[in-house]
């Protein structure tokens, strides 16, 4: 019963993280929330004052970051240089800004390699923008996850630390240029790997889609 990879990639709000979170649970693998790497950076950068334009200098900090991902009561805790941002790492300046970051070639070859690592021995449920295509092209079963974009900002809305911060409308208006961005940029873009099952989770449930992608694990092994 040999352990695989599972890489699940889709835009923002799809569901991601919550149904990576229980099929890594289900099978007794380990979660990977690639998102939260990034959004560490760019706290980091945000702190120092350091704009994405600066290259070299948001490199040069970036590798001597310590992101560590770990298991914690109420999912993923994330410490950045040993402290906790689980919660910081979710605010709107965030969100309006890791995107530009994440556009930096140098910094997301970084970012790779640490995710390859953390996969090297399998047993991995992975999520993000470029799992499938680029981080993990050999992952034995790979998943883009989309739902509508109203849909997908209820759902972030609704998992928001701070929601008093925004508004429904505006937050719809924010994952959609996120998207954007995400989709247009020329480093690894987020795309449907070809070999990638797609599910639109507009109108399913979470346990609905975790079932569905444990399914395809099963049909894998
Ligand atoms: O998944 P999450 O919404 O937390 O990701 C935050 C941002 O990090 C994305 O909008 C994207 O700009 C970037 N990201 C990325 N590649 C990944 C994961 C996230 O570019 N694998």
Same mark, same amino acid.
């Given at each position: ?56 200098? =948001?490199?040069?900090? /970036? $590798?001597?970051?310590?992101? &560590?991902? !770990?298991?914690? +009561? ?5 410490? @950045? ?67 509508? =974009?109203?849909?997908? /900002? $209820?759902?972030?809305?609704? &998992?928001? !630390?701070?929601? +008093? ?5 505006? @937050? ?50």
């Amino acid at each position: 019963n040999s352990k695989i990879n599972i890489a699940i990639d889709g835009p923002a709000g799809a569901g991601k993280s919550t149904v990576a979170r229980m099929v890594a649970g289900k099978l007794g693998y380990v979660y990977v929330d690639t998102g939260a790497m990034y959004r560490a950076v760019t706290l980091r950068m945000l702190e120092l004052g350091i704009p994405p334009e600066n290259e070299d200098k =948001v490199l040069q900090v /970036a $590798r001597d970051m310590v992101i &560590e991902l !770990k298991p914690g +009561e109420e999912g993923q805790k994330v410490l @950045l240089d040993g402290k906790d941002v689980t919660e910081q790492i979710r605010s709107t300046g965030i969100n309006a800004n890791v995107s530009r970051y994440a556009q930096i070639e140098g910094l997301r070859a970084l970012m790779v390699s640490l995710q390859r690592q953390m996969a090297l021995r399998k047993g991995v449920v992975m999520d993000g923008r470029d799992i499938g295509t680029t981080v993990l092209p050999t992952a034995e079963v790979k998943v883009f996850m989309t739902a509508a =974009v109203e849909e997908r /900002a $209820r759902r972030r809305f609704q &998992e928001m !630390k701070d929601p +008093e911060s925004t508004s429904l409308e505006q @937050l719809t208006r924010d994952i959609a240029e996120r998207d954007r961005l995400d989709a247009e940029r020329e480093v690894s873009p987020l795309r449907q790997a070809s070999d990638a099952v797609l599910l639109d989770t507009t109108r399913m449930t979470i346990s609905e889609v975790s079932e569905a992608i444990v399914s395809l694990c099963e049909a894998y092994g």
